[in-house]
């Protein structure tokens, strides 16, 4: 199933608001393994010093 079908059908849009998806390529290989190490368990972002970028420890 497509992102923004799924979106769709999960928040009930018919459309979905102009820049209510923004996928980039990967750029920075290790934070991209820190988000998703975060992503996967919160435990290791406050024990790796990661925070979300309204600067907010996660977990």
Known sequence: MA???????QFG?????????DI???TNDEGA???????????FARLWGIRSEDGVDSG
């Open 13 to 21: 849009f018919s459309t979905l608001p102009i820049g209510a998806l």
């Open 3 to 9: 992102l923004d079908r799924r979106l769709r059908q």
């Open 24 to 26: 980039r390529s990967i």
């Open 33 to 43: 393994k820190l988000y998703m190490v975060k992503t996967l368990d919160p435990h």
